[in-house]
């Protein structure tokens, strides 16, 4: 991966540079189970002579409720006859939209007309390399991310066979110096990054111009919060629970021809979520609460995942009023505004397979059994849970 950023660093396209990577996902989190070869990072870019005009523009509906998690990103100050003189290409090719009297970044454009080229001369350039001659690159759009695998055809023994890198594209808006996780500043960088999918891919919200739309990251909390975790008996508890549920997931994944429904339609980041959940209300609301052992935690992995499964909603935890209650100095969410539903693309149908597979699956495979004797602390927290997931309106 930093072969490959140098490489990066070295390309251009009229202004838009690569400075940085952060990387991301399970590998960074240390949340990787089974075999550590795909990688996730945000590659963060740059446009030479505008930085500081761009900025975060809020999505709203036809209501003028703030649509959590998305944003336009506009650029201030600047007109498109400049923009066609100082970038030519970048505005021959789609780069600068001009929609309701500002100017704003497409991400189509972005995605499509220079990330991939810019990683393609990279990855060229290595194949060219004498240095690297036992490594077979490809590249493939796998939209948001580009994907690069590296087989290794004898250049190094002790790696992996085969290493997935995805790659997004991801340009900087702030960096969040108010908030506080036991009490340590986190200094927390916030991205937005593209969140454009080709036409025949569902459209990240239905009524906007899917061209323009960014995600705004919440990273660099999740990594701040997973590190603490790991140094917290307590926490560390729920991280090895949702390490053997992701464990079970990817075993159960690989040695059945027909895995139960559950495991290919919950993902690894709605696992986590699930995991943000447990350790709010464990190790900050009922810190009271005993938690035995992993088995507990287990408990509640799966009582959550229920609530989730059964009332077809997953709030997203850093756009909720939770992540401001665990993490002072939080900055304000926007009211009124639309929760962002992590379920939102699933049918009815399947989340419903996905929760009897739940129960008459991982549950009864991991060895537990629900119903007669439940028990009071678990049954209080589950209904809470339930009743923040349906108490809220959500695009």
Known sequence: MDTILDVLRSESFEGIRIDTYIRQGSSREGLKVVEPNEFDAMLEFHIEGLEGKITEESILDIKNRHVSGFCF??????DMAYLQRRYPILFQRGLFVEQGGRILLSSKSLYERFFKSLVDKATDKIRESNIYQNLVITRKDNPPAVNVQIRNNGFDPTLPSVIDIDFVPAILLRVDRTSKYEGTRLNCPIHAVC?????????????????????VKTTGYEIHILDVARNDMRKSIILTALRIVKTYFTKTKKSSSSPPPLVNIVKS???????????????????ENDLRGVDTALMYF???????????LLPHF????????MLPGY??????????????????ESLEQAKHSLLNHMAKDLGFEFGFFPDPERSSIKKA??????????F
């Not at 025949?200 to 995600?215: C, G, H, P, R, T």
């Not at 849970?385 to 959500?394: E, I, P, Q």
């Open 269 to 287: 980041y709605h696992l986590k979520q699930i995991a943000f959940y447990v350790l709010y209300y464990l190790c900050h609301v009922h810190r």
């Open 302 to 312: 799966i009582d959550f995942l229920e609530v989730a499964l059964d009332t077809k």
């Open 73 to 78: 990103m506009k650029i201030d100050g600047i």
């Open 195 to 215: 969140k454009w999918s080709p036409p025949e891919s569902f459209k990240a919200l239905e009524f906007v111009d899917s061209q323009i739309v960014w995600n």
């Open 385 to 394: 849970f339930r009743k923040f997931a349906v108490d809220k309106d959500y």
């Open 318 to 325: 850093f756009y909720s009023e939770k992540a401001a209650e």
């Open 331 to 348: 900055p304000p969410l926007p009211s009124p505004r639309l929760h962002y539903n992590q379920f939102r693309r699933m049918s009815n």
